[in-house]
Structure formats: C-alpha cells, structure tokens
C-alpha cells in the first residue's frame, strides 16, 4: 500500500531554513495525485502549508508563501518542502500527505498521511 | 480564507451514547454544478496522523463504521458517532476543500464520560 514517512532536522535555529523531505512507497508519484505539507502546532489544530503535483504545479496557503517552497523529485520517489527564516511559532509537527483524488483538482482531503515529524525551531 | 468552526470545543460521552460535532463554515462549500459538499471529517488519536473517516460531507471512506455519519450540507455539517466506543476517543476535525485555501476545524475532542 501508499506510505509516507517524513524526514527532517528535529530541530532548526531561529532565522534558518528549515528542510523537509517525504518519502513516497508503493506508488509513483510521476502517475498522479497531488501530493501536500500540513502542520500542526503541539496541542493546536491543522494547518495546510502547500502542495504540489507531479508536473511541479505548486498551491501554496497565502499565510505562508512568501517563505514556503515545495518541489518533487519523481526520480527519487519523495516531494520536500523548505520554510525560510524560520521562529519558533513554526514549531510543530509536519504531515506530509496525498490528496485524495476526490475533486480531481488539488483543492481536495487527504487519504493519506506521513507520521508526521516534530520540528522545534529554537536556538 | 474560509473559517471552519466546530463545537463544542470537547465533549464527553458515556459509552454506547450518541455524540455529535458540528462544523460551521464561514462561506458555502457546495458546489452547485455536481451538488456536492466540498467537506470531510477526520479522526486524530494521541501520537497518530489524521484518518479521513467521511469525504464529500456524508461519503465513509472504506473501512470506517458505520456507526460514523456525516450530514449538512452548504455551511453546516455534522459528524454523528452512534454508541460511542472506547475507541472513538480521539480529536475530530473537519476540512472545506471547497476554496483555493484548504481550511481546518479547530478540533472537538470527544471523550469517556
């Protein structure tokens, strides 16, 4: 079946870029779905930060785009994200996850989630 | 961007009842042209990622009971869990993926009473 596990840091210094990567099993990511980063602050709601299609289309949630890139590498089977100039309100634990096909657009749920990763921005 | 609002905030429910989230958005998330509702719930237990238990406000994903509904439709939806079991415990949020910003509920925790 589809799985997806985040990597990352664990913890990045304030001002710094933080970098992500989600490894993609049992699909090709260059066959279809949109494929997207959620955060959630500890013991606060979901917020989604972007997605990207296998093209490289991109969305980005305009709270974060100034300071969000998301790009794929089909080759490698994994999608990542990078947030600039980081502060510790961006600390949280980072979903990657697939859309679920259901719009057939990428304004759509997700069916499918990473573990997720806790990322601790702090000097 | 679209508020989604849920309530109650929690709630705690003896087991085998009824419990009921509401989740309100703050524009319409029915798309006219195909009648549906651009609206889905999901279940988050301690230390795990979202499940999608419901998709276009009253579809259950595969594998989800049936004592899990959906109903509402243009702004105001509700999540019924019918006899409550322990393992329902958990935080529910509902998504509009209606508008070009996906937006989340802020969460009802349901518990044990």
């Known amino acids: 079946q589809v799985q997806l596990q985040e990597s990352g840091p664990g913890l990045v210094k304030p001002s710094e870029t933080l970098s992500l990567t989600c490894a993609v099993s049992?699909?090709?990511?260059?066959?279809?779905?949109?494929w997207g980063w959620i955060r959630q602050p500890p013991g606060k709601g979901l917020e989604w930060i972007g997605s990207?299609?296998?093209?490289?289309?991109?969305f980005y949630n305009p709270s974060l785009r100034s300071r969000v890139t998301i790009s794929v590498d089909t080759s490698n089977y994994q999608f990542s994200l990078k947030l600039t100039s980081v502060t510790a309100a961006d600390t949280a634990v980072y979903y990657c996850?697939?859309?679920?096909?259901?719009?057939?657009?990428?304004?759509?749920?997700?069916?499918?989630w990473g573990q997720g990763t806790m990322i601790t921005v702090s000097s | 961007d679209i508020v989604m609002t849920q309530s109650p905030d929690s709630l705690a429910v003896s087991l085998g009842e009824r419990a009921t989230i509401n989740c309100k958005s703050s524009?319409?998330?029915?798309?006219?042209?195909?009648?549906?509702?651009?609206l889905a719930w999901y279940q988050q237990k301690p230390g795990q990622p979202p499940k999608m238990l419901i998709y276009?406000?009253?579809t259950r994903q595969s594998g989800v009971p049936d004592r899990f509904s959906g109903s509402g439709s243009g702004t105001d939806f509700t999540l019924t869990i019918t006899s409550l079991q322990a393992d329902d415990v958990a935080v529910y949020y509902c998504?509009?993926?209606?508008?070009?910003?996906?937006?989340f509920g802020q969460g009802t925790k349901v518990e044990i009473k």
């Open positions: 996850a697939r859309h679920s096909g259901l719009s057939g657009g990428w304004n759509d749920a997700f069916n499918i």
């Open positions: 049992g699909y090709s990511i260059s066959s279809g779905y949109y």
């Open positions: 524009q319409n998330v029915l798309y006219s042209s195909n009648n549906k509702n651009y």
């Open positions: 990207i299609y296998h093209s490289g289309s991109t």
């Open positions: 998504q509009q993926y209606y508008y070009n910003v996906l937006t």
């Open positions: 276009w406000a009253s």
